[in-house]
């Protein structure tokens, strides 16, 4: 089974203040991906990260920054100085190795960053 | 600029009618596309799997009469919603993966299709 949680239902901020976002998985594939969107109010999907299950190593860019941990099987994203064009639905996704493309959404963070 | 071209953005149609929506990967094959719903603040959730040249796969609870899905060539698959109803309104996205992407697994996203039926 996949199953991507996202506990957070919605995050509110000021403007200049970090936040994370968590996610959690579960799969029973040794080879996945993992992947962060944003969802912003007109709907699109922005592509944000993907991450092979293989590869740990965090990832820093620019004021994003995500925290891969297989031991956890946890896959944080995290927004440095957050703006408030930040604000954004955020999905974490899975993609297991014998799903053939198909991903596994969590339920979504709504963040809101105030000015 | 996109990969995967999804189209209309945005209809409205009359209960009981059909609306067809397109998913069109401009620059590259695909054999597989995958179709999509989101309901109001939540999650997206499978619909159907598109299989060029055969029948889709559909998620368990989805009405396979009643979303029709055709993938005629290795660029287009197409989600017919057929009679529909003020329920099916929602946002419809499909994505599309890559047939010589080898390994890599590379999935792309259309724009999504807002469907609004009155």
């Known amino acids: 089974a996949q199953k991507v949680t996202q506990a957070q239902t919605e995050i509110s901020v000021v403007e200049k203040e970090d936040v994370t976002l968590d996610c959690v998985y579960e799969?029973?594939?040794?080879?996945?991906?993992l992947f962060w969107y944003k969802q912003p109010p007109s709907g699109e999907l922005v592509f944000l990260i993907r991450r092979n299950s293989f590869d740990e190593q965090n990832e820093i860019s620019g004021r994003y920054s995500w925290n891969f941990q297989k031991s956890t099987s946890s896959f944080n994203f995290t927004i440095t100085a957050s703006q408030v064009v930040d604000s954004a639905v955020y999905f974490c996704a899975l993609q297991g190795g014998s799903t053939l493309g198909r991903l596994y959404f969590g339920r979504g963070t709504q963040l809101t960053v105030w000015p | 600029g996109a990969v995967v071209s999804q189209h209309p953005s945005r209809v409205i149609c009359k209960s009981g009618t059909s609306v067809k929506i397109e998913c069109r990967s401009l620059?590259?094959?695909?054999?597989?596309m995958f179709w999509y719903r989101q309901f109001p603040k939540q999650s997206l959730m499978l619909m159907a799997t598109?299989?060029?040249?055969?029948?889709?796969?559909?998620e368990q609870g989805v009405e396979k009469d009643k979303f029709l899905i055709n993938h005629a060539s290795l660029t287009l698959s197409t989600l017919t919603v057929t009679s529909a109803h003020p329920e099916d309104s929602s946002f419809y996205i499909c994505?599309?993966?890559?047939?010589?992407?080898?390994?890599?697994?590379?999935?792309?996203f259309g724009e999504g299709s807002w469907l609004t039926v009155v």
């Open positions: 620059d590259f094959q695909a054999t597989t």
């Open positions: 799969t029973r594939d040794t080879t996945y991906y």
């Open positions: 598109s299989n060029e040249g055969s029948k889709a796969t559909y």
């Open positions: 994505s599309a993966k890559n047939n010589r992407d080898g390994s890599r697994n590379t999935i792309y």
